[in-house]
Nanobody, 118 residues
Framework: QVHLVESGGGSVQAGGSLRLSCVAS?????IGWFRHAPGKEREGVAA???????VYTDSVKGRFTISKDNTKNTLYLQMNSLKPEDTAMYYC???????????????WGQGTQVTVSS
């Protein structure tokens, strides 16, 4: 069993930055960030494996950076140049059941809200 706890969400103006964190209680190999906006499907944002290989959805490439500290079992998402369309509840998830950006993971956190105003 893996327990995930996110933090770092908040409200910012367009062009601003936020850094999300996710602390995992146990060992995970693949872990990722997802977001869910009202009226939209849950979307994979970025994922990273134990070795540090990363993958991003096209809409965040060049703006978001996923990273992790294995010694602290903590995942990060640095979000720069935020846009109003980035507004969503952001979740971290561990142990994918398929493709790493598909929202089919074994373990999910409770989420942290990100709101970007124009």
């Amino acid at each position: 069993q893996v327990h995930l706890v996110e933090s770092g969400g908040g409200s910012v103006q367009a062009g601003g930055s936020l850094r999300l964190s996710c602390v995992a209680s146990g060992y995970v190999f693949h872990i990722g960030w997802f977001r869910h906006a009202p009226g939209k499907e849950r979307e994979g944002v970025a994922a990273i494996d134990r070795g540090g290989s990363t993958v991003y959805t096209d809409s965040v490439k060049g703006r978001f950076t996923i990273s992790k500290d294995n010694t602290k079992n903590t995942l990060y998402l640095q979000m720069n140049s935020l846009k109003p369309e980035d507004t969503a509840m952001y979740y971290c998830a561990a142990d994918p059941l398929g493709w790493v950006l598909d929202p089919a993971y074994k373990y999910w956190g409770q989420g942290t809200q990100v709101t970007v105003s124009s």
